[in-house]
């Protein structure tokens, strides 16, 4: 077994189960996060008297959207990850030719995965409704984390295979 190529692999199965968990948590531990949501959308634990307090959301149906659309986001990256990890493994064997061309659905995933971390939560979540403000409620840096992860993945997959 071409071990570059494994450790690709194992890479990205790695991060489609980290996604799997993360999504199965959110879904079986619902509240929790749900709870996290509502407070960056709302924007109560920013600076008091901060201007951009015009942004704050105070509709639990909003939160509802936001929370299941991250869910929805996390287990459809979960599913492609998986799909693209099966598709690598399958041609793990086979010749560059065979191999390079697979790793689209992996480059799909990985790409959603990292919209995710840096459009959801760093951007509109750390930006717009200025999440990097609470000490309570900021998951900047976890999203950071794996906005890294997924990236180091991501380039380190699309390594050309001799």
Same mark, same amino acid.
């Given at each position: 077994?071409?071990?570059?190529? *494994?450790?690709? /692999?194992?890479? =990205? *199965?790695?991060?489609?189960?980290? &996604?799997?968990?993360? +999504?199965?948590?959110?879904? =079986? $531990?619902? $509240? ?8 960056? =959308?709302?924007? $109560?634990?920013?600076?008091? %008297?901060?201007?951009?307090? @015009? ?14 659309? /991250? ?6 990256? *979960?599913? /492609?990850? @998986? =799909? ?11 010749? *560059? ?11 799909? %995933? ?7 971390? &840096?459009? +959801? &939560?760093?951007?509109?979540? %750390?930006? @717009? &409704? ?6 309570? @409620? ?16 991501? /380039? ?7």
């Amino acid at each position: 077994m071409p071990v570059t190529r *494994a450790s690709k /692999i194992f890479l =990205l *199965a790695a991060l489609a189960l980290n &996604f799997t968990i993360v +999504a199965t948590n959110n879904i =079986l $531990d619902y $509240d929790s996060n749900y709870q996290f949501v509502k407070h960056v =959308l709302l924007m $109560d634990t920013t600076f008091p %008297g901060n201007n951009l307090m @015009w942004r704050s959301i105070s509709s639990p149906e909003v939160y509802t959207i936001f929370y299941i659309s /991250i869910i929805v986001w996390e287990l459809s990256i *979960a599913v /492609i990850l @998986w =799909l693209g990890t099966y598709r690598l493994l399958k041609m793990i064997k086979r010749g *560059a030719n065979a191999f390079n061309p697979v790793k689209k659905t992996a480059v799909i %995933g990985l790409t959603l995965s990292l919209l995710l971390w &840096f459009t +959801a &939560f760093i951007t509109v979540g %750390g930006e @717009w &409704f200025l999440m990097w403000q609470s000490t309570e @409620w900021n998951g900047e840096s976890a999203a950071l984390q794996y906005f890294i992860v997924s990236g180091i993945v991501l /380039i380190y997959l699309n390594m050309k295979d001799e």
